[in-house]
Nanobody, 123 residues
Framework: QVLLVESGGGLVQPGGSLRLSCAASGSIYSIYRTGWYRQCPGKERELVASISSDGVATYADSVKGRFTISRDNAKNTVYLHMNNLKPEDTAVYYC?????????????????WGQGTQVTVSS
C-alpha cells in the first residue's frame, strides 16, 4: 500500500503563489505518473497537471503558464508550484498516482490518492 500525503495549501490573495507537495511512502515515481486534481463543490474533478515517470509534464489550459509540476526523486515528492493565483483556482487539490502507460485522463484509473489540501484564493 502506497500513501500519498499532500501539504502546502492555504489562503492566499489573488496574484499570490503557493507550493503544494505530495510525498509518497515509497519509490513509486519510476513506474507511476502523478497527477494533481482539483475539485470544487458541485463541480467535476479536474486534472490540472501531471508528470510522467520520464518527467514529461502536461497541464490543463486553465493553468498553463501559471502552474508548474516538478518532482524530487530522492525525496519521493511531487510539487505543484502555483503562481498568479486566481479566485477560480480555489478548490481542494489532490495528488494521485496511476501506472505508467495507463490513460491518465480518467480519474477512476488512478490507484492511489492523497487526502487533499484546501487552496483558497481570496482578498
Amino acid at each position: 500500500q502506497v500513501l500519498l500525503v499532500e501539504s502546502g495549501g492555504g489562503l492566499v490573495q489573488p496574484g499570490g503563489s503557493l507550493r503544494l507537495s505530495c510525498a509518497a511512502s515509497g519509490s513509486i515515481y519510476s513506474i507511476y505518473r502523478t497527477g494533481w486534481y482539483r475539485q470544487c463543490p458541485g463541480k467535476e474533478r479536474e486534472l490540472v497537471a501531471s508528470i510522467s515517470s520520464d518527467g514529461v509534464a502536461t497541464y490543463a489550459d486553465s493553468v498553463k503558464g501559471r502552474f508548474t509540476i516538478s518532482r524530487d526523486n530522492a525525496k519521493n515528492t511531487v510539487y505543484l508550484h502555483m503562481n498568479n493565483l486566481k479566485p477560480e483556482d480555489t478548490a481542494v487539490y489532490y495528488c494521485a498516482a496511476i501506472p505508467k502507460g495507463t490513460y491518465y485522463g480518467d480519474y477512476e484509473k488512478y490507484d492511489y490518492w492523497g487526502q487533499g489540501t484546501q487552496v483558497t484564493v481570496s482578498s
